[in-house]
Nanobody, 121 residues
C-alpha cells in the first residue's frame, strides 16, 4: 500500500508560480511511475503530467506544456509539480497518483486527497 499526501496548493495571482509536493509513505516509490491530475469545478478529472520511475521520462498535457515541470526525488519518496505562468484556467483540485506512467487515470493504483490551487485574474 502507498499513502500519498499532496501539499503546496494555495491562492496565487495569474502569472505567478506554485510548487506542489506529493509525499509517499507505506512503501518506496522507487520503481513505479507517478502522475498529477486535476479537477476543476463542474468538470471531470484530467491528466496534467506523468513521470517514469527513474525521473528521466516525462509527459505533459498540451495545456501545461512549457509551464509546468514534473520531477521526483526517490530518496525523499516525494514527487513535485513546479507550476509557472499560472492562468485562471489552472484553478483546480490537484491530485497525485502512483502506479503508472500513463495519462489515463484508470491505470493508477493509489491516489492522494488533493490540494487546491486557485489562480486569480
Amino acid at each position: 500500500q502507498v499513502q500519498l499526501v499532496e501539499s503546496g496548493g494555495g491562492l496565487v495571482q495569474a502569472g505567478g508560480s506554485l510548487r506542489l509536493s506529493c509525499a509517499a509513505s507505506g512503501r518506496t516509490i522507487s520503481g513505479i511511475g507517478m502522475g498529477w491530475f486535476r479537477q476543476a469545478p463542474g468538470k471531470e478529472r484530467e491528466f496534467v503530467a506523468t513521470i517514469g520511475w527513474s525521473g528521466t521520462s516525462t509527459y505533459y498535457a498540451d495545456s501545461v506544456k512549457g509551464r509546468f515541470t514534473i520531477s521526483r526525488d526517490n530518496a525523499k519518496n516525494t514527487m513535485y509539480l513546479q507550476m509557472n505562468s499560472l492562468k485562471p484556467e489552472d484553478t483546480a483540485l490537484y491530485y497525485c497518483a502512483a502506479g503508472s506512467s500513463s495519462p489515463y487515470e484508470g491505470a493508477y493504483d493509489y491516489w492522494g486527497q488533493g490540494t487546491q490551487v486557485t489562480v486569480s485574474s
